[in-house]
């Protein structure tokens, strides 16, 4: 059954999202902003642009867990064919 596998494929996406995020906020307990500074300092031009500050990196790590969060419950949606009323 195809909704079948798609629903499976989609929850080892979060169970393994799951997984990422409690290591991101495990590691990320013992990061202070000192490391990070120091950390930075050694990245290129490009990834300090990028990620410029820790308030940067957070607020873009929350957009991509926003349009993954999005995605998974849109597709959640049309597999299993279900119409969301706000």
């Given at each position: 059954?195809p909704?079948?596998?798609?629903?499976?494929?989609?929850?080892?996406?979060?169970?393994?999202?799951m997984?990422?995020?409690a290591?991101?906020?495990?590691k990320?307990?013992?990061?202070?902003p000192e490391?990070?500074?120091?950390?930075?300092?050694?990245?290129?031009?490009?990834?300090?642009?990028?990620?410029?500050?820790?308030?940067?990196?957070?607020?873009m790590?929350?957009?991509?867990?926003?349009?993954?969060?999005?995605?998974?419950?849109s597709?959640?949606v049309?597999?299993?064919?279900?119409?969301?009323?706000?």
């Amino acid at each position: 059954m195809p909704c079948r596998d798609s629903w499976e494929a989609i929850w080892k996406n979060i169970q393994s999202l799951m997984e990422v995020q409690a290591q991101f906020a495990e590691k990320s307990k013992a990061l202070t902003p000192e490391m990070w500074t120091q950390f930075m300092a050694m990245q290129s031009p490009v990834l300090q642009g990028m990620m410029g500050s820790p308030e940067q990196s957070r607020n873009m790590f929350l957009q991509m867990q926003e349009k993954c969060k999005s995605k998974c419950k849109s597709r959640l949606v049309r597999c299993l064919g279900l119409g969301i009323k706000r």
